[in-house]
Nanobody, 123 residues
C-alpha cells in the first residue's frame, strides 16, 4: 500500500481543514487506517483511527469532538475533518495503514506510512 496525504495548510485558530489520504493497492479496503501527527521537537502521537469497514473509530482525547475520521473504500481514500483548530494542533500529519482491519493507536502496528502534510494553526 502506498499512501499520499494532502490537504494541509495555514489556518487561523477556530478554522477547519480536511486532510485526505489516497491509497494505492488492492488491500486498502481491508486495512485499518490511522492519522498521526508530529510537532517540532515532539514525538509522533496518535490522532485518530478507523476500521476497515468504517464502523469503528478511535480518537485521541485532545481531538475528540473536534476531529472526524472517515473513509471511502470506493475511492481508496481516508479523510480527517478537523474543526475548531487550535495552535497546539500545528504539526505534520501522517496517514498510516495496517494489514489488520481493526483500528490501532500504536504507531508500530502500522506497516505503511504516507509522507506527511503540514498543518499550521495561527493564533
Amino acid at each position: 500500500v502506498q499512501l499520499q496525504a494532502s490537504g494541509g495548510g495555514l489556518v487561523q485558530a477556530g478554522g477547519s481543514l480536511r486532510l485526505s489520504c489516497a491509497a494505492s493497492g488492492r488491500t486498502f479496503s481491508s486495512s485499518g487506517m490511522g492519522w498521526f501527527r508530529q510537532a517540532p521537537g515532539k514525538e509522533r502521537e496518535f490522532v485518530a483511527a478507523i476500521s476497515w469497514t468504517g464502523g469503528s473509530t478511535v480518537y485521541a482525547d485532545s481531538v475528540k469532538g473536534r476531529f472526524t475520521i472517515s473513509r471511502d473504500n470506493a475511492k481508496n481514500t481516508v479523510y480527517l475533518q478537523m474543526n475548531s483548530l487550535k495552535p497546539e494542533d500545528t504539526a505534520v500529519y501522517y496517514c498510516a495503514a495496517r494489514r489488520l482491519g481493526s483500528p490501532s493507536t500504536v504507531p508500530s502496528t502500522y506497516e505503511y506510512w504516507g509522507q506527511g502534510t503540514l498543518v499550521t494553526v495561527s493564533s
